[in-house]
């Protein structure tokens, strides 16, 4: 079974189609890149997929269930993070852990001995009674990642994780990826570093709402005889004719 699918779906606003009829299927414990211009939709599709929009008509399903019908069982089997962090910078470190892993239903006797050893693994427990807004940007987003995948879920959806972080620290949070995958948790990601599109198993390229393009990025630079996935980004965004959404 995959981890993730689509068929013909489709979101409309009114006359105007934000997606426009996409398929694929992401396999477990893949990387997956979603990416697309500004206003290929991918936003939109994403919110569906983490049952947080209807879809207007297709299907979808994530960890196996409907993202129409089961919405409620698609939150309770994925983790998301945003470029936001989705941190509260007025808790201190341990205490943010401890609350989404109550929201996310892990074991009260759990908890703990779980936090002190993320932490540890992180480097980060000199800084468990730290205020989350006193931390660097780069231990933010590591924490925000392990926040994510805190309860082991099947699949976690990372939407512009790396914004705004140096090369070394967006590497780092890469290995942290991997290393998830490995453990078999499937990874959903935009991004628009096109550098980091190179670290997927595969992509997708949004435009207008479409799927334009699907492949390893290896096979994508071959289809468009260019050596970056950043010149294959450009080819297709040049189409685009529209805002995000």
Not at 21 to 36: D, P, R, Y
Not at 76 to 88: C, D, T, V
Not at 166 to 173: E, H, S, V, Y
Not at 230 to 240: C, G, S, T
């Amino acid at each position: 079974m995959n981890a993730i699918e689509a068929i013909n779906l489709t979101k409309r606003f009114g006359d105007f189609t934000a997606v426009d009829s996409i398929s694929f299927a992401v396999a477990k414990g893949e990387i997956f890149g979603f990416l697309g211009a500004n206003g290929a939709g991918k936003t939109t599709a994403m919110r569906m997929l983490c049952g947080l929009s209807q879809p207007t008509s297709g299907q979808g399903f994530v960890a196996g269930y409907d993202i129409a019908k089961q919405s409620e069982e698609v939150k309770r089997h994925i983790g998301y993070m945003s470029q936001k962090f989705s941190l509260y910078e007025d808790l201190k470190v341990w205490e943010n852990m401890r609350l989404f892993a109550g929201i996310y239903g892990v074991p009260d006797k759990q908890i703990m001995p779980k936090i002190d050893k993320t932490l540890s693994e992180l480097g980060l427990m000199a800084e468990k009674n730290t205020l989350v807004k006193e931390l660097p940007l780069g231990w933010k987003q590591k924490l925000a990642f392990s926040v994510a995948i805190f309860h082991e879920p099947q699949i976690v959806f990372l939407d512009e994780p790396t914004g705004g972080v140096d090369p070394i620290t967006r590497r780092q949070f890469w290995e942290m990826i991997y290393e998830a995958s490995k453990r078999g948790i499937t990874i959903f990601v935009t991004t628009h570093y096109m550098d980091e599109a190179e670290y997927c198993h595969r992509v997708s390229i949004m435009v207008d709402g479409r799927i334009d393009a699907l492949d390893t990025p290896r096979n994508l630079r071959t289809q468009f005889q260019v050596t970056t996935m950043d010149e294959v980004f450009q080819k297709l965004a040049r189409k685009a004719t529209r805002l995000d959404l």
